[in-house]
């Protein structure tokens, strides 16, 4: 009982010191317990006044996941017309771009959802995806040396971008993160 009692006493001050650590560096409250930012956008981590509560934006990120990217797009570049601060929708009209078809078109939008938030890690994730659909394996890696910078812990969009770095590198470039979705 009394090994139990300081397994769970252990935890509880691992997870008091991460929450301080997160404090201290600037992560915000909740990001260690929801995981951060996957899918097109990082609203994970970061749950505070940036994540827009726009109606076209939410009907946008619901065309995304749902592979309506002609629709996401347009909506999203309705967002982004009116809110040009908006990293989250540059992002997700990146990859609905990428998505539909055009990894060549995504490449600026995905960049200007860096220069608004160069933290934006699913941005770095599927820039890095775009570079490797157009062949730009040096121009990926950048993106992934990035993300193992900002992930202080294990992060999805690092172990994803990784896994299709090294897929790419395996097959020769033959293997691609798919540009287009399938049906």
């Known amino acids: ?41 990082d609203e994970g981590a970061r749950k505070d006044s940036a994540t827009p509560r726009d109606p076209q934006y939410t ?58 938030d160069p933290k934006h890690r699913g941005a770095h994730e599927y820039i890095g995806e775009a570079y490797l659909v157009l062949g730009n394996l040096a121009k990926a890696k950048e993106h992934l040396a990035v993300l193992d910078k900002l992930c202080f812990f294990p992060c999805e969009e690092y172990a994803d971008l990784k896994k299709a770095v090294q897929a790419y590198e395996a097959s020769g470039g033959r293997a691609k993160p798919t540009s287009r979705a399938t049906p």
């Open 1 to 41: 009982m009394k090994r139990r009692m300081m397994r769970t006493g252990s935890a509880a001050t691992v997870t008091a010191g991460l929450l301080a650590v997160g404090l201290f560096i600037g992560v915000p409250n909740g990001a260690f317990a929801d995981g951060g930012g996957g899918g097109g956008g």
């Open 59 to 116: 009907e946008g990120v619901n065309a995304v996941k749902r592979g309506d990217y002609p629709t996401a797009i347009r909506l999203l570049e309705t967002v982004v017309s009116r809110d040009q601060g908006n990293a989250n929708a540059y992002n997700w009209l990146a990859y609905s771009t990428r998505k539909n078809g055009d990894a060549t078109r995504a490449i600026p939008i995905y960049e200007k959802a860096l220069a608004i």
